[in-house]
């Protein structure tokens, strides 16, 4: 008995792919291939992603300035600095982005007020600089992003590390604020990047894996199975990263 091929999947357009959110550069408490830049191109290869935003583990575990330093090195065009900021007089100084259209905070880590002063100050100046901020859900509250987005309405706020623990306190902001976006790094659960497209437009999810300190083979392997509108899965894919990238709302 001949057993037929199984029929071959269809092939549709080539998904342009953008990680909004990865780091480069050792870890901590783990050895990973993106220890450096030659290691975290090969991922990306592998996963046939074609561009990652990055920030420098450096950066995020330890000096700021030191991690945001490291950026200028990075020879691979795919690969797109991502400055984690500081403010205040013991920050990274007068950077607004330093040029760079997507930054990182991590308040938690550096250990300042999300929405103190000093950090009213850095968005402010980011707002008027167009330029868009990643920001951790899991580093500050509700009413730290709520505040935040509600005094910088021009500020783009892209919230990483969400999920179905803060869903509620999650659909209220983004009920309230149109410039907040979120990213696919932890939306694993049945069907909850179509939930948020659909609730919310596709323009407004952005794929991020998060890794190495997530896991990035899922969320890429989501892609390629969203139950969503051509048009919508390539706006998350790639195309809303790149819009913000380039300046645009």
């Not at 920030?55 to 300035?65: E, I, K, N, Q």
Request: hydrophobic residues 40%.
């Amino acid at each position: 008995m001949t057993i037929a091929a199984p029929a071959a999947a269809p092939v549709g357009p080539a998904l342009t792919v953008v990680d909004v959110n990865r780091i480069l550069g050792p870890l901590p408490n783990d050895d990973v291939p993106s220890r450096d830049e030659d290691g975290l191109v090969k991922e990306l290869e592998r996963l046939r992603i074609d561009t990652a935003c990055v920030a420098h583990s450096h950066a995020v575990y330890g000096d700021p300035r030191d991690g945001n330093a490291r950026l200028g090195r990075i020879a691979d065009e795919r690969l797109r600095p991502v400055p984690v900021l500081v403010p205040g007089p013991l920050g990274t100084g007068d950077w607004t982005g330093g040029g760079a259209p997507l930054v990182r905070l991590c308040p938690d880590r550096h250990g300042w007020a999300a929405t103190g002063p000093y950090a009213l100050g850095l968005t402010a100046a980011l707002s008027l600089a167009g330029v868009t901020m990643l920001l951790d859900w899991g580093a500050v509250t509700a009413a730290d992003v709520d505040l935040l987005a509600g005094t910088r309405p021009r500020l783009r706020i892209v919230l990483t590390g969400t999920g179905y623990r803060g869903l509620r306190e999650l659909t209220e902001l983004l009920d309230t604020h149109e410039l907040l976006h979120v990213d696919t790094s932890t939306l694993a659960g049945h069907r909850q990047v179509e939930w948020f497209a659909q609730r919310y437009g596709a323009h407004r999810v952005l794929f991020g894996t998060g890794a190495p300190v997530s896991d990035d083979a899922g969320p890429r392997h989501l892609l390629d199975t969203l139950d969503l509108p051509a048009h919508d899965t390539s706006l998350i894919a790639g195309a809303n990263a790149l819009r913000l990238l380039g300046g645009g709302a």
